[in-house]
């Protein structure tokens, strides 16, 4: 009798020609999800095919241990560099994929490495050999992003007014981005002390599309 009675809302939906809505992912599977997604390699080719002022970069993610790290959380390693420069890239982190500690969004922490250098093409190792130690890595993150569903993507931003920095005259930097099946939009951003933007997407985000899975 339960069971008849909690399909009458459903039957009375689907009768009426309503749709009955799926329910949310819960926050374990949306960890799962945004990590996929990160999860490849993309490039701002089409991008910078389309306005030469663009320039044509690489992001190479793969998934690797994490010496003592907690079962809730995925790691990523991450690598950019200009698709014509493939063996030195500008920008290599590892990323901390896990619920937020409200257990409302997934938080994205960026953590430095150690010696960068060390790690570099770490994704063209088997999947068995991509150990990193505790001592690989800082500490602390040096920036978070929360992410949260937003239909069939994923949409974050830095909390606050961004996360604070030593990179290229920059003292603070933000990032919006949004996750697509294909690919991700990216708006990095680095201010100096006065406010002014020094570096990174302006009208429009880097547009990375999916190469590989």
Known sequence: MQVARALVPVLAGLLAGGAVSAAPVPVAGQVKEVAERLTGIMATTQQSLADPKRPDVRMTTCGVSLSGAAPSAIYLYQEQAMSKELGDPYRQRLLRIAPSPDGQAVESAGFKLVDQKAFSGFCNKPPAERLVPQAA???????????QPEGENYRGKTPGDGCPTRVRGAERI????????????????????????VWGAKEQPYQFRRLTP
């Open 137 to 147: 890595l800082d500490t602390a993150p040096t920036c978070v992003v929360l992410i």
């Open 174 to 197: 933000t990032n919006e981005i949004v996750l697509y099946k294909d690919g991700m939009d990216t708006q990095d951003r680095g201010f100096d002390a006065q406010g002014h933007q």
